[in-house]
């Protein structure tokens, strides 16, 4: 087989998973800290690692049944353990996007295009030492090898291409925040 003939066959499996597939429903957390800075984790390079831009919000997916809210609180407290946190705000509307083609079929274990997503804005009332990325509650996955805080703007230099216009729509619909929150506005 030629690699035009490849080339066209695989392009033909791209068109037909994009119909196949739908998205799979997720929920994010901006978490904001006190200073209006926002929480960043980096990603542990997996087999679904993808590209070197490896930082990103809480984020995961939502369990038959339940609320696309009580996800976000589960998988932030999975992923961060924070439990002092309370939300401020919900995007408008659901966000979503498609995994590239080089990763249609193989990436998100090969059963969606991609993820439709609930995303909140959460305010961080803890202390730091709460965070605790290397042991999960619950026997939770390990998700991310570091973390720090960021500017908002920062995270759509920090995610992988395809998640950016995603990341994007977050600064937009939550860039106010960091200012309201250092005036105490949410006290």
């Known amino acids: 087989m030629g690699k035009k003939t490849a080339s066209a066959d695989r392009q033909r499996e791209i068109e037909r998973l994009k119909k196949k597939l739908g998205y799979r429903r997720c929920a994010g957390v901006a978490l904001f800290n006190r200073q209006g800075k926002i929480w960043l984790g980096h990603r542990k390079k997996n087999s679904e690692s993808h590209g070197p831009d490896l930082w990103q919000l809480p984020q995961g997916g939502i369990d038959a049944g339940e609320k696309p809210l009580a996800a976000a609180k589960r998988e932030l407290w999975e992923e961060t353990g924070v439990t002092h946190a ?62 720090r805080w960021a500017e908002l703007p920062e995270i ?32």
């Open 86 to 147: 309370r939300k401020l705000e919900k995007c408008r509307h659901w966000l979503k996007y498609d995994l590239p083609d080089d990763i249609l079929g193989k990436g998100l274990k090969g059963k969606y295009r991609g993820q439709k997503q609930a995303w909140y804005a959460f305010l961080f009332d803890g202390d730091d030492s709460e965070i605790n990325i290397s042991h999960p509650p619950k026997g939770a996955p390990v998700e991310f090898d570091d973390w």
């Open 156 to 187: 759509t230099d920090q995610i992988v291409h395809f998640k950016k216009p995603v990341y994007e729509e977050l600064v937009r619909q939550f860039g106010h925040l960091p200012e309201a929150i250092r005036r105490g506005d949410f006290d």
